[in-house]
């Protein structure tokens, strides 16, 4: 019997005795920290490819100073523009330097503001965090319960009924979708202005646009979440044990549904950010980061572009680490596989 | 599918064509799923005929602009007074080329990834998953932004660079799938009986994640369909005068208040084939997820377990 | 109706007393009204009386854990009681007098414990809510109770168990905690469905004999589900051989093991090793049938060597011999 004593999962035994005076919490041991950093080298092996292939994309196949300058500029010109953005030197220097500047975060100037290129970026981040955060909002209030309802009943009317919703919902494009809330809600009822930003009535029908296709996957991962957790075993013996269906929904199975859906929660809206919004941005003449993606485009402003990726990057690559590190203290038993 | 078990000595291709001919009976059964399935057949045929007319719906009509919808033009016709219901019918042919392109090249890429990381596990399945790991922290649309701007938008551009952001969904979900069936018991009674590796992936284990395959592609059409004219709306899609989707809602976005059909059809056109693309996929994945199966299919499951 | 349930519960039961007794369950799957709808259960009927143990045996799908469910109403979704009466202490009971007594009066120690435990929550927290709903403890009380009842189930360390997580735990301990769990409500009657299948064989036996030794000291009823006759030889006093659906023979487990009367029976007795006897082992041929509604005949008559004209109509369970036994054949021996 004493053999059984000893848990399976040879993790378990080492982490028993960890000591309560211990000032760290508790999911933040050894291993959580070496997890920690692995992730974090992934991470910024992860921006360095990205950035890499924006860097040969930009050198190697196009020649950005000649697309900078009006059509008729002289060779001097474009030389002396490529001398100041350093792109007369070798490659392999260009790489060199363009990676030392990466590092030290100096991403040059933004060729149209002239300004750093990485503040720029960073300043527009705020408008666009605010749309997401009540698009969020509403797909959070709406969707989820939505994804509960139809895991309760699976088959019936209602079922059908959200399943139809969200896959419409991931079936719209935003820009459509955007320009028809316009059509009846600002053109034909006036309740809402049809573009621009500053009031929080300029920000509900884009809100409303990002939010169905944000919520349309969160009611479809909520249903199957909730429907799997439903017929795990710890259901049947909890309601075995005397609870109502009510208790156990709110105090088995809740939680434990809860994973998958923060999780997409989290990368879907970091995904939007480099995604979505800019559609939507663009859409409503929304000076936010999106915009600025597409402005920097149309103003062949490569430099700016360049720092919009990176900003990009660093956002979903973050938002990675973090939800997973709250899945971690959610759900222990991850950390131990 | 507990069935098997209950026929004695069946051979698995019988019970193969049986779960075959059960998918073709419930496609037939699902109107929905049938109504797609027609929806996506009459537009590729529809787009091919104007296609092969050689119709033109890019000239210009300055007399003919912004009418509403008549018999005359069903859709009513756009600021430059072309007709919206031809460019609608030949924008299809952008979309339907770069999603199926997109569609094969992820697909067999995608595939073939899963099935190394799948199939032959360790340092293969390795490094399949740190790319995809990789790829999981690119900004997707602004690198697409990035390299369309400088290589300038074309339909075979947008292909590859689709291709490249899609295939990893393959990947992942062949991996898994090809995970599954290695350990299943044909498999394995393949490999004791001595059969080389390419003979086991090519005869036993792709044929079993066929229909995971399918579903993807169906799904994946769906989001390609979607990106391409969105990239298409912010002018970094396919280029005028040539039509798409996308860029029809872009052109006509200033005549919103006044030619509502010219932004409404094109959109409509766009929602209808994604929604079929995805409620084919969606509805083959609950086909083929025991888990996912209801009422009807239960109690054969149940008989043992009780 | 619902306070003639409780005073009833509340009588203290004399040792020979009926709990539950099951008459004629149905349980069908899908629609009752499909001609191709299967009969899970098709007219089981069984007693257990206080303090003692109740084998039910029989193959996978043959409707044991169907039949038990029932009884506490958690049929899966598919499932439903399309007839029969299940009463406790004489009381015939309702779906919403069976949720009543679930988990306070009947407990249930599931077929894979490490599964059935929330992965999310301890150990202790999943016994404090049975504590805290049923027995109405507060504060320390809680927590005291706890340590005890993991001292009950033969746990070592029960602060450090309790302190657990359900994959921090092995099979074994995940079947004791369960097994505590069960205990916390005080319950009279106690169903095990397969207890023991996912676990290793020395595993196995000793939590047999756990749960043999607390039915003994805490004068519980207990419902063994397995599918092993050794357990069944061992553990209990009466035993109910499932089959298709049905009960085929009941009675005192000396008895059925001694001269079992149906032919099922002993072609199941027949188709066991023993550990110590060389012996030819006999299987039965064929295989179970699927419990069709329309079915009229004995269900066993495709697999029985003494199938004739007679077994086109169905045998009900009758008394047999003199030991209190039924059966349920029309050649029984």
Redo the contacts between chains.
Sequence with gaps: MSNEMTSTNPRAGLAKPRRRSDRMPGWLDMSALSWLGGRLLTSVVAVAVVMTAVFLVTRLISDPARRMLPLGASQEQIDALNASLGLSDPLYVQYLHFLRDLATLNLGESIWYHLPSLEVALGRLPSTLALLAIALAISIAVFVPMGVLASTRPGSLADRLVTGVSLAGLSVPQFWLGAMLVLVFSVGLGWFPTSGAGSLSHAILPAVTLSLSLGGRLAQVTRTSFLDQGRMPYVTMAKAKGFSTAYVLRKHVLRNALLPILTIISWDSARMITGHAVIVEVLFARPGFGRLVIESVKRQDFTQLQACVFVGAVVIVVVNIVTDMLARIIEPRRASR | MTEPSRQPGSARAASARKSRSRLLRKVVKDKVVLASIVFLVALVVATTLAMLAGVDASSARIAERLLAPSWAHPFGTDGLGRDVLMRTILGAYNSIVIGVGAVLISGTVGTAMGVLAGYFGGKWDAFVMRLVEIQFAFPNLLLIVAVVYFFEASVTILVVVLAAVYWMVFATVVRSAVMTAKTSLFVRAAHFAGCSTSTIVARHILPAVAPIILTQAMLEFAAVVLAESGLSFLGLGVQPPAASWGLMIAESHDYLEDAWWSVFFPGLAIVLTVLAANLIGSAFRVWLDPRQNTERERPEEVATVA | MQTDMLTADRKPTAAGDTLLEVEGLQVT??EASDPD??R?VQGASFHVRAGETLGIVGE???????SAMAV?D?L?E??RVTGGTISWKGHVLSARDA?RL???SI??I???AM???????TVESQIA??LR??MGMRGGQVRARILQLLELV?I??PA?IAA??P???????AQRV?IA?ALA?EPELIIADEPTTALDVT?QS?ILALLHSLQAELHLALVMITHDLGVVAHMTDRTAVMYAGRVVETGPTREIFRAPAHPYTQGLIAATPHPFILQEMVGIRG?AP??LVRETGCSYRERCDRANSACAARPQLEPHARDGRAVACWHAA
């Design positions: 799957f899908g709808a299967v899970g996978s799908g043959c409707g044991k854990t169907m506490i958690l899966p598919f499932a949720r679930r988990g306070r407990a249930l599931p077929q894979d599964t059935a435990l929330n992965p999310l929550m809510e049975v709903k049923h033969r070592d360390e450090r657990q997580r994959w921090q735990l092995s099979g074994g301990m369960v769990m409500a595993v000793e295989q699927l419990a």
